[in-house]
């Protein structure tokens, strides 16, 4: 079972035109697949789920659909609040918060202290988040450490640039699902994915279900991750510490 799954939930909006409707009725749809995601994440025990749900580059779309959008997150997670709760689901959100409106800002801070007692699955929200973005934070952290002595460029490491980003302390995903259609990972965890397991499928995130989930699950299950080695060299290995 993969550790820690990230997922670029694409397509609302494709989903709702093919049927004639507005792209916020996509959103809205999209909050039950986020919903029954999590539940099978943590009936399958994956530690760690990291969603993309806002993007630095979204922050360019139509000012009516940006509106929808933080009202419908910080609603939906307040409704479902209780349940994460029980669920013992620990809330975390990633991402550039200066951009956040107040109101939800300050709403996403509630609902990440009202869980952060839970020891199950980690669910965390990529919001105003860019992995570009991420990584510039990260230099800038670096450099004022280096800058005021408090530590030497030569102690900066792979370990020290994990460390100084939003997602420090977790482990990197295993597994990239993104829905949606698109080949391509849009600024999203870039650092974290050098040796992710990428599976694309092109169904829109309102109509992916737990079933299509557990399939990109058999799929990564099926791949060898070789980390540069070759594959009888895996094989070996495999052989002599079985788990
Ligand atoms: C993903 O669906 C949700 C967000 C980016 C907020 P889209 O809104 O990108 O849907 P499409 O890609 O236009 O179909
Ligand atoms: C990526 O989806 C961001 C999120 C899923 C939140 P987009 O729909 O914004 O991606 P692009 O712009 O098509 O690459
Ligand atoms: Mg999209």
Redesign the pocket.
């Known amino acids: 079972m993969p550790r820690h799954v990230a997922i ?4 609302n ?1 494709r989903w709702a035109r093919k049927q004639g409707q507005q792209r916020s009725w996509g959103h809205r749809n999209g909050v039950t697949t986020v919903h029954d995601i999590t539940e099978a994440a943590d009936d399958l025990g994956i530690k760690y789920l990291t969603l ?4 630095t ?2 922050w360019n779309r139509p000012e009516e659909e940006v509106n929808m959008l933080m009202h419908l997150i910080v609603s939906s997670l307040e409704e479902q609040t209780p349940e994460l709760i029980r669920k013992g689901v620990q809330l975390r959100v990633i991402g550039d918060m200066e951009r956040v409106p107040k109101f939800a800002r300050e709403r996403l801070t509630r609902c990440v202290a009202d869980t952060a007692a839970g020891t199950g699955v980690v669910l965390t929200l ?1 919001i105003s988040y860019s992995s570009r973005w991420e990584i510039v934070n990260a230099c800038r952290v670096i450099a004022s450490r280096v800058a005021s002595g408090r530590m030497r460029a030569e102690d900066i490491d792979e370990a020290a640039v994990s460390a100084a980003l939003a997602t420090a302390g977790m482990p990197d995903p295993d597994l990239l699902i993104r829905t ?1 259609g ?1 080949i ?1 990972v ?3 965890l870039l650092w974290q994915i050098a040796y992710s397991e990428l599976v694309f499928t092109p169904k829109y ?1 309102p109509e992916f279900t737990r079933d299509d989930f557990t399939a990109a699950i058999a799929e990564y299950q099926g791949r060898q991750r070789r980390y540069g080695k070759t594959g009888e060299q895996i094989e070996s290995e495999a052989s002599s510490n079985p788990s």
Do not use: Q
């Open positions: 670029i939930m694409d397509g909006g993309y749900t806002f993007s580059e979204n990529a949606g698109d391509r849009s600024n999203y995130w």
